[in-house]
């Protein structure tokens, strides 16, 4: 079954990032981006813009009526994973696939406790630059999804028939037969990258040079690597060193999300990263010294707004 209408919901920088892509490859009405009313009059009212470019979107309320679709592409931060749970219903149909694009290990779990677990592919969103200020995206890599089912060693239909679409749609993509370690390995970079990356007020250029902030971001990695043995993960240098060679491909004027909230004076995602780190290591009654010190900073660094 192909994959004809897609709707995102979440337009920060992922959302724009691959809508702004996929508008461009799709015929207009079969592109939807779900908004609640106060949303959708300030996109209609201000734009959004993706290097430079205008983005053209359909915009749905979660309260309208429409054919489902056949792909849902979650791109929202985890704060506001619920609302966007409840938001997609009218969107999920028999056929209906989801990816969550969100940070995290946890989201799929979490979609999973209300729609089919069946319908939800593990995802992984990485290698992207992009900034988001306003209304404004920019970007120099574009990164790809990487995707696939949970269970390990599987290439599913469902995944077949995401990968044709994006293949049509040119999206820049991966299929990974094991996405649990996959995504304990972005959530690895996105421990020391985001972090310390917000901590030290800085860019990707702080930590892809040799220096006390790159010492610290490894170090938090490298606290996460301990706590995959624990969960049955197994990380290894090897995967950090697969992860670092795809933070040495961005822009080093550019930052992570994390970064770009606590400059904007925004509420971060740091209970996603270190919060998480903390409370596995609190399970396994394991000392991780730097992210709680990367955890505490950051909450103090938010007080301060």
């Known amino acids: 079954m192909e994959i004809k209408k897609v709707s995102i919901i979440g337009l920060g920088a992922l959302g724009i990032l691959f809508g702004h892509h996929l508008s461009k490859k799709m015929p207009y009405a079969d592109l939807r981006i779900i908004a609640d009313r106060d949303r959708i009059k300030r996109y209609e009212n201000e734009h959004v813009y993706c290097n430079g470019e205008r983005s053209k979107f359909t915009y749905m309320t979660p309260e309208q009526l429409c054919e489902p679709a056949d ?11 619920t609302d966007a749970i409840q ?24 979609i999973g406790q209300v729609y089919e677990i069946d319908k939800i592919l593990y995802c992984v969103a990485q290698g992207m630059d992009a900034v988001k200020v306003g209304n404004q995206l920019s970007y120099d890599h574009m990164g790809l999804l990487c995707f696939g089912e949970r269970e390990p060693g599987i290439i599913s239909e469902t995944v077949q028939r995401v990968a044709a679409f994006f ?15 996959r995504q304990w390995g972005k959530f690895m970079l996105n421990v020391g990258v985001n972090q310390t990356v917000a901590v030290y007020e ?104």
């Open 71 to 81: 792909l849902i592409i979650i791109t929202v931060k985890y704060d506001g994973l």
């Open 87 to 110: 938001a997609i219903h009218k969107h999920v149909g028999e056929n209906t696939i989801i990816l969550s694009a969100l940070n995290g290990i946890t989201s799929e779990v979490v």
């Open 167 to 181: 293949e049509k749609m040119e999206v820049p993509y991966e299929v990974d037969t094991n996405m649990v370690k």
């Open 202 to 305: 800085s860019n990707y250029g702080k930590v892809q040079s040799e220096g006390q902030a790159r010492d610290m971001m490894l170090a938090a990695m490298r606290e996460v690597i301990a706590l995959s043995e624990k969960e049955g993960i197994f990380l290894t240098e090897a995967d950090l060193d697969y992860w670092l060679s795809i933070l040495a491909t961005l822009n080093p004027d550019g930052k992570p999300s994390l970064a770009q909230d606590v400059e904007a004076n925004r509420h971060s995602e740091v209970e996603l990263f270190a919060g998480t780190v903390l409370e596995i290591a609190e399970k396994h009654r394991v000392s991780t010294p730097v992210n709680k010190k990367l955890y505490d900073r950051i909450k103090i660094m938010e007080s301060l707004y």
